[in-house]
């Protein structure tokens, strides 16, 4: 069982920047692929950023250039950190945790934090 607690949402005006970070507790995520979700109000929640347990990455392609995703294996936390922040990036944003055990997926979700991102 994985437990992750995001954090570091807030309120913030256009072109500012937040960090988000989300801590992993009762596995290592070294071998979880990981990613950040984000949902916004009348919209279906869509993958932003995600980093495989080998480190390779993506990005959505509204936010490639402003959003970077990294992993510290060590302190067992992901981060999204968020910069030039627009107000179509105001969302409820998730940490995922994903991984295939003999055949079988695991999946666990953050809590959420809210990013506001005022014009």
């Known amino acids: 069982q994985v437990q992750l607690v995001d954090s570091g949402g807030g309120l913030v005006h256009a072109g500012g920047s937040l960090r988000l970070s989300c801590a992993a507790s009762?596995?290592?995520?070294?071998?979880?692929?990981m990613g950040w979700f984000r949902q916004a109000p009348g919209r279906q929640r869509e993958l932003v950023a995600g980093?495989?347990?080998?480190?390779?990455?993506n990005y959505l392609d509204a936010v490639k250039g402003r959003f970077n995703i990294s992993r510290d294996n060590a302190k067992n936390i992901i981060y999204l950190q968020m910069d030039s922040l627009k107000p179509e990036d105001t969302a409820a944003y998730y940490c995922n945790a994903k991984k295939r055990i003999l055949g079988a997926d695991y999946e666990y979700w953050g809590q959420g934090t809210q990013v506001t991102v005022s014009s």
């Open positions: 009762g596995r290592a995520l070294s071998t979880y692929a």
């Open positions: 980093i495989t347990a080998f480190g390779g990455i």
